[in-house]
């Protein structure tokens, strides 16, 4: 079996047939391209989620919080609390502990979010740290829109973004000879960019009809997945699709592409052609770059690439395993 996340087909078979009980409080639940689950208690909707991290070695703190935090934005909710579980081989050298909770903490203060738990182990199920979080968020009212063919597909920022900052981070040596020490440096720091907070505020403000933020599997994937969510085929554009340029050098090193690379802090939001314009206007002008690179059709998704179109499939194991 590939790493990475399950196919559709075994997550339907082994997972989703089985989950027979239901409860008239969860209002969303499992599913291809959901994230998070939305619960009705009275009040505030509340929205939870729940993630590992297992492709990074260094900055896992960082990312945990955030690539987790990324998922409430995405069902438009505000994370308010986190809990994370840190699993560790038997010769895993505890001090490090110390310093991924700061960093966890950190990033916390930044999105104004709690850590309020979790659960630390040493276990020889594990060969290397792993990091589980689960994030408790709130929204006022679950709405969900119609997609419809002629609506339009924004992405926000860079592909492979997160993947990026991983490769950069974690195999620095490799590069030394093909990137100049800044290029570098400015590839690590594409973690600074990898919350979608912002521009999913932003998008709900304007109508936004979904949002989901790209990770495993790259926009590609991710474009797979909110076309099954909205229920409605889509198109892509791939040559309107930004990549820094740094991104594209490791990648063409590495021999893999950018489309699948795992890409948490950038966003793909469905919204109808008027209001996507003036979302982009509106993250554009708080400095987040945003583009329409694809629409939603009435035929077979697919997408085009240097005026050759391709059936969009479910996307396969993530570039990042490749390495």
């Not at 990475?4 to 391209?33: A, C, M, P, Q, W």
Request: include cysteine; glycine fraction near 6%.
């Amino acid at each position: 079996m590939k790493g990475g996340k399950f196919d559709d087909s075994i997550l339907k078979k082994i997972i989703f047939d089985n989950i027979k009980y239901k409860r008239e409080e969860v209002l969303l639940g499992s599913g291809t391209g959901i994230d998070s689950s939305i619960i009705n208690l009275g009040g505030d909707l509340v929205v939870v989620t729940t993630d590992p991290i297992t492709a990074a070695v260094n900055n896992v703190g960082r990312l945990c919080i955030n690539i987790c935090c990324n998922d409430i934005a995405a069902a438009g909710g505000e994370p308010v609390a986190i809990l994370v579980t840190l699993l560790m081989p038997y010769d895993y050298d505890i001090s490090n502990i110390e310093k991924i909770i700061r960093q966890l903490d950190s990033e916390c203060k930044k999105l104004s979010v709690q850590l309020a738990g979790g659960h630390t182990e040493k276990t020889d199920a594990v060969t290397r740290l792993v990091l589980v979080a689960t994030v408790i968020g709130r929204k006022k009212n679950f709405i969900q829109q119609k997609v419809v063919p002629g609506d339009m597909l924004i992405m926000t920022k860079s592909a492979g973004l997160e993947g990026s900052s991983i490769i950069a981070s974690d195999y620095e040596e490799r590069f030394k000879t093909i990137l100049h020490k800044n290029q570098i440096e400015f590839l690590k720091n594409l973690i600074d960019e990898i919350s979608v907070i912002p521009e999913s505020k932003i998008a709900c403000l304007h109508n936004a009809k979904y949002m989901h933020d790209i990770t495993e599997g790259g926009v590609l994937g991710a474009a797979w997945e909110i076309s099954k969510l909205a229920k409605c085929n889509i198109e892509v554009y791939c040559d309107e699709i930004f990549i820094y340029d740094e991104t594209k050098i490791i990648c063409m090193n590495l021999n893999i592409d950018p489309l699948r690379l795992i890409s948490s802090g950038s966003m793909l939001i469905a919204a109808d052609k008027n209001d996507a314009d003036i979302i982009i206007k509106e993250l554009n002008k708080n400095k987040i770059n945003a583009k329409i690179i694809g629409k939603f059709i009435k035929g077979e998704s697919l997408y085009i690439k240097q005026d050759i179109s391709y059936a969009l499939t479910e996307p396969t194991e993530d570039e990042i395993y490749k390495i």
